[in-house]
């Protein structure tokens, strides 16, 4: 069955641009026409654009809550044990639900916690559901690391400084065995037998290089090779981590990558915030794609990145959540339009139109998680789409502004009317048809405050494992 949507204007994202009084028909999950001719009401003054990409995100309905605010990352990812999920359904749902909401299609979850409350497979399949249930398309990376649990090094200098029911603590939540590339690889296998499908890419999740032994990253280098497998990992996102790289790889740690095979078209990098003009042309030539993620890195005070600069040397860019939105509600239209901010230009020189950047992070988005096709309204792309109550957004109405402009300079969630995902409609006239987003979100606040007394002892040790982290990072790590 053909089903049509109509829209004063349509962005397809293609040579055709913004399309006026225009048409999508679609049937079996793919663009079957764009035409114009159609008949709107000036009540009705929507946009239709290609659905966005959350690129980088970890499935964290809420951090801010456990008093992980204003923190730099390498306190508050150890802040992060108080937000576990509780039930990784839930929160996966929650988490896809919200980025469904502001028109996401599609979404990666680079799954660094697990609620450990299910076998590792059991967990994956829990979140495949979440995303099903919701409908948005779902990259799915399960994190790994084997080195480096507390700091940049050797945690027992900051053990040694914590007293014996802290540094017990401590080392119970953070100090765990971890698993040998063998058993990694594994477990990759058995999760995408288990899960994988049109709408679910699984893919390689190291946690990145600060945390994974060279051996590690070699073995996965050599099996996203043999198989084709996508690779998403963090990669330059703070200064200590910049700081550590220079020492652990003296010629250069995106040459190591380059070296063992891991830096390729099938790579995904979030932040890379501290890379290098030299760097950022090995990452261009590779063909990786580089998620940048703006309000996470501002509220972990990670740094401004260098993404204009990027995108000028031929680098893939796309734009990801990673749990920390501006406002911590996974706005993802205001993480574009502020990515786009930053880095548009200054003055009269431009990076790129509003339109050619709308286009490349969902081209390049939707490459990193694994989606079929460009995003480009067309016949024969996925139908995947989201429409946009322009109208709400020109308040004032005033004169005719170009509808693309009037997107980056207000839009948010509030003006999403229609999201379809493969041809199904997952967010209709405000609401998503699947789940129910305000049912769920009760139910995890509830699972998270009955969580809370797990924690006691961390919170106990929380003042002194602080202060020695600060201790070892401002004066012994990296300094």
């Not at 948005?136 to 027992?156: C, H, M, T, W």
Request: with cysteine.
């Amino acid at each position: 069955m053909t089903e049509v949507l109509s829209a004063t204007h349509v962005f397809t994202g293609t040579e055709r641009g913004l399309v006026p009084q225009a048409s999508i028909a679609y049937a079996n999950g793919l663009i079957t026409e764009v035409s114009t001719g159609a008949v709107t009401s000036p009540q009705t003054n929507h946009l239709i654009i290609p659905a966005l990409v959350n690129a980088h995100d970890h499935a964290r309905p809420s951090m801010t809550s456990f008093g992980a605010s204003g923190m730099p990352l390498e306190s508050w990812i150890l802040r992060s044990a108080f937000g576990a999920p509780p039930d990784a359904y839930l929160a996966a749902a929650v988490s896809l639900a919200r980025s469904a909401r502001a028109g996401c299609g599609g979404a990666m979850i680079h799954y660094t916690r697990p609620s450990g409350k299910l076998p590792i497979v059991d967990e994956a399949i829990a979140i495949g559901k979440a995303a099903r249930d919701v409908g948005i398309r779902l990259a799915f990376a399960l994190a790994v690391r084997d080195q480096n649990p507390l700091v940049y090094g050797d945690s027992g200098d900051v053990l040694g400084a914590l007293t014996g029911d802290d540094r017990e603590t401590i080392q119970d939540l953070f100090i765990r065995p971890s698993p040998t590339p063998s058993e990694y690889l594994d477990r990759i296998d058995a999760i995408h037998a288990a899960i994988a499908g049109p709408m679910i890419d699984v893919q390689y999740g190291p946690a990145g290089v600060q945390w994974c032994s060279p051996t590690l990253l070699e073995a996965i280098a050599e099996h996203s090779a043999a198989t084709g497998r996508r690779v998403h990992m963090h990669l330059l996102e703070t200064i200590y981590q910049r700081q550590w790289a220079d020492r652990a790889f003296p010629g250069g740690v995106v040459r190591f990558l380059k070296d063992i095979g891991l830096l390729s078209d099938r790579l995904t990098v979030a932040h890379c915030i501290h890379a290098r003009p030299d760097e950022l042309d090995m990452i261009a030539e590779s063909g990786a794609t580089i998620v940048t993620n703006f309000s996470s890195n501002l509220h972990l005070h990670s740094g401004f990145p260098p993404i204009a600069d990027a995108h000028r040397r031929g680098c893939k860019v796309a734009f990801g959540i990673d749990g920390v939105a501006l406002d911590e509600d996974d706005d993802a239209i205001r993480e574009m339009r502020l990515v786009q901010m930053a880095h548009g230009g200054l003055g009269f020189e431009r990076t790129w139109s509003r339109s050619e950047f709308l286009s490349l992070v969902v081209r390049n988005g939707r490459k990193s998680i694994g989606a079929p096709g460009t995003g480009a309204l067309a016949a024969g792309e996925a139908a995947d789409f989201v429409m946009l109550d322009i109208g709400e957004l020109d308040r004032d109405a005033i004169m005719p502004v170009d509808p693309i402009d009037m997107l980056f300079a207000r839009g948010n969630s509030g003006c999403v009317r229609d999201v379809v995902v493969a041809g199904r409609t997952i967010y209709r006239d405000g609401k998503l048809t699947g789940v129910d987003l305000d049912a769920m979100e009760t139910e995890i606040r509830g699972l998270y405050r009955a969580s809370v007394p797990q924690f006691k002892a961390l919170e106990r040790a929380w003042t002194p494992l602080e202060g020695t982290l600060t201790q070892w990072f401002k004066h012994q790590g990296c300094c």
